[in-house]
């Protein structure tokens, strides 16, 4: 029996990748194609007086112009988060109102893209303009609603047990602080674009960057009053998604209609500049935390009030509480989410969603706590850790956070810790050490999975779901060559196209979660149809009959099983940091990362996904910051230049390690899914780290120099 899971299997894409050869939605190659370029508003807060398109439409090449006075024909959809979900509410073109600079306010399209882009610069436009707000100090905050459906708004909102306030009125050591994070913006290697094709009035192919076809495919038959299976939704590849990529934003919207509208095959490939603006961000937060324990540290109460912001056309909640009933336990919990709309585009999931800055803000006070009762930071956490998900009232299934945080105080040599901050230096460096915990719930969905056999000995694996870069085409692979007892090269995968079996969306880390266990099924039913014991004597049988395959579809969902257990993955993160004080420099020179995600299907992915969260939470902690212009109220940087992110040389090694067992109660394979557990925490660790170099305690991201002067 050939053992492939949990080994380190190479990136069944990869080659493609470096060669170049693995086609993204923009690079799909359809006759007769023309070209859309986006016109976007330059004010954030008024009314379109006047728009004139004549110069424009008379310029070379232009075929049309389209603005909301001939808006071409869309439908309202029904917009159900988990069924046909658009990321903003407003459909584009609607009226002549605007909400924020960089909304779409027209489309030129013409035969090509230089054309097209040449021309919407000739379109002009006249507003009546209002002040835009989109300084967060100003705005007026309510309790949120929640964008999230009634299921999981549960989980999101605002909830209560005890009398936090009076623990934390009377206890013996507390903290109370604000911890603020920068709005972020989504920056993937490939930009959004989409590419529409109708093959007649009523069938639309869509290419465009989709973390969930299936999704996707409902939303554009809804968008366009059409049955389902007259849409289909091509994505092979993306390059990056990070939550930016669900669902439809309004420039695929505008393409798919104008496409309509004109019976040709239309592409619209959005700027950076213009992505910072209309493809959704992370909002900013502000978070208030109030911990209170006893002075030989017992958690006796957590207080944590959140703000963030949304857009004036939909409603989009950062949800940073759903990790504080989690981590530790504490009979006084009181989380609290409120939200205040500015003239900004629509804020969206980013890579852990509310668990990322929400972990921020926990483990700083943890870290805060722990020095003020005079407690090593891993002993304060392995002293309150939580036995049981103190919201849904259930314990956790297969939890190993103990061993996180052991292991990886060992690994990292926390023992020999200076016990006093500005206490250790290097070359004339401050340096200091830090860590702190990561979180993230297990979660999953249904999944179907097509196998066939061929007679030339391989074996297909067929699904509608998708490989964001996560590595989901190797995860599949290795499944299957286990489940079928095939070498890896033996195994072919097709992924990302809505014609194939619905895979299920590529986002809440749950892809393997959902395809790995209907993979294994879907295997076990190809060997029963072809009524072999192994797949060597499937392909011996079909090359004697002749036949041309043999094949199988199995689904898998989750059950009852959530009604009884919680689950979610932990981690903890150690690190440490250098700085300069002279001139503010802080590099980050060593990292250890300890995770327990339940079974690991393919370690060197795996630790991948926690070396690129751990990379991203980094460029949170010490760089990524936006600030939209007062007067304009455009976001301030607006290309991969002016917004700042690590690149190698800021990054020490990453060593990554994982404990635990395979969570067996959550689904037949164990495994809970690891693509956004390694950013959270991160910058915690950080400004963990920071604070023992340096004494300063520095509570708003990102750290950058003039923080540490
Ligand atoms: Mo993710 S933020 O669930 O794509």
Redesign the pocket.
């Known amino acids: 029996m050939n053992k492939v899971i949990g080994t380190g299997v190479n990136r069944k894409d990869g080659r493609a990748k470096v060669m170049g050869t693995a086609t993204y939605a923009a690079e799909h190659q359809i006759p007769d194609l023309v070209h859309g370029y986006l016109v976007t508003a330059t004010i954030a807060n008024g009314q379109i007086k006047s728009i004139d398109t004549r110069t424009a439409e008379k310029a070379p090449g232009v075929i049309a112009v389209f603005t909301h006075k001939n808006a071409p024909k869309i439908f309202k959809p029904s917009n159900d988060f988990m069924n046909s979900k658009i990321y903003e509410a407003r459909l584009p073109l609607a009226d002549d109102k605007v909400h924020y600079a960089g909304q779409i306010i027209g489309l030129v399209v013409a035969d090509t893209f230089e054309r097209a882009r040449d021309a919407a610069h000739l379109v002009k436009v006249e507003y009546t303009t209002q002040k835009p707000l989109v300084d967060g100090k100003e705005a007026s905050f309510k309790e949120a609603a929640g964008m999230f459906g009634e299921e999981m708004k549960f989980e999101k909102g605002s909830f209560a047990t005890g009398n936090a306030a009076a623990e934390i009125a009377s206890a013996a050591a507390k903290v109370e602080a604000t911890y603020k994070t920068s709005t972020e913006l989504h920056a993937p290697m490939e930009p959004h674009a989409t590419i529409s094709h109708w093959q007649d009035a009523n069938s639309l192919t869509v290419y465009e960057p989709s ?1 969930w076809v299936l999704g996707t495919q409902r939303t554009y038959a809804e968008l366009f009053g059409l049955p389902t299976e007259r849409v289909r939704i091509v994505t092979p590849f993306l390059g990056g ?6 669902f439809p934003w309004p420039h695929g919207i505008l393409c798919a209609a104008a496409a309509r509208k004109l019976q040709r095959p239309l592409k619209v490939v959005v700027s950076r500049r213009q992505m910072t603006a209309n493809t959704g961000h992370r909002s900013e937060t502000e978070q208030t935390l109030r911990l209170a324990a006893t002075a030989d540290g017992n958690l006796q109460a957590i207080a944590h009030e959140v703000k963030s912001y949304t857009s004036p056309v939909d409603v989009f909640t950062e949800p940073c509480t759903s990790i504080t009933p989690v981590m530790y336990a504490v009979p006084n919990l009181r989380l609290n989410q409120e939200l205040a709309v500015m003239n900004v585009g629509t804020p ?6 509310g668990e990322n800055p929400g972990m921020w803000a926990l483990e700083s006070a943890m870290d805060e706590l722990a020095w003020a009762l005079k407690i090593d930071p891993v002993e304060l956490r392995l002293k309150n850790e939580a036995k049981q998900h103190q919201r849904q009232g259930l314990p956790f299934s297969a939890k190993h956070f103990a061993e996180c945080l052991r292991v990886g105080a060992k690994e990292f040599g926390w023992k020999d810790r200076a016990k006093q901050p500005r206490s250790l230096t290097r070359d004339g460096k401050l340096i200091g050490w830090g860590m702190a915990a990561a979180t993230f719930p297990g979660l999953r969905g249904k999944a179907s999975v097509k196998v066939r056999l061929l007679p030339n000995g391989t074996a297909h694996i067929l699904t509608s779901g998708n490989d ?1 870069g996560t590595g989901a085409y190797t995860v599949v692979a290795a499944t299957a060559a286990e489940a079928l007892g095939l070498p890896i090269e033996q195994i072919r995968v097709e992924m990302g196209d809505s014609l194939l079996p619905d895979g299920g ?6 892809m393997t979660a959902s395809l790995a266990p209907a993979v294994m099924s879907a295997c076990q039913e190809v060997l029963k149809t072809a009524k072999t014991k192994t797949a060597q004597e499937a392909f011996a049988n079909l090359r004697q009959s002749g036949r041309a395959a043999i094949e199988a579809t199995a689904s898998t969902a989750p059950g009852a099983e959530a009604k009884k257990w919680a689950f979610q993955s932990w981690g903890a993160h150690f690190c440490e940091v250098s700085v300069d004080e002279e001139i503010g420099r802080l590099r980050v020179t060593r990292w250890v990362s300890v995770m327990d995600i339940g079974r690991v299907i393919n370690s060197k992915t795996a630790a991948s996904q926690v070396r690129g969260g751990v990379i991203m939470g980094i460029g949170q902690a010490l760089m990524e910051e936006c600030h939209f212009d007062p007067n304009i109220g455009y976001p301030v940087v607006y290309d991969l230049a002016t917004y700042h992110f690590p690149a190698h040389a800021d990054i020490p090694r990453i060593e990554v390690a994982f404990v635990g067992e395979p969570d067996l109660n959550f689904n037949p394979v164990g495994a809970r899914g690891v ?2 557990i390694g950013i959270t925490g991160v910058s915690a660790a950080i400004a963990n780290a920071v604070y023992h170099a340096t004494g300063k305690r520095i509570r708003d991201l990102p750290i950058t120099p003039e923080k540490l002067l």
């Open positions: 973390q998604a990070f939550g930016s990529k669900a969206t999931f980013m890579r852990a969603p964001m969306m590529a986002g809440g880390s749950m693509g956004e």
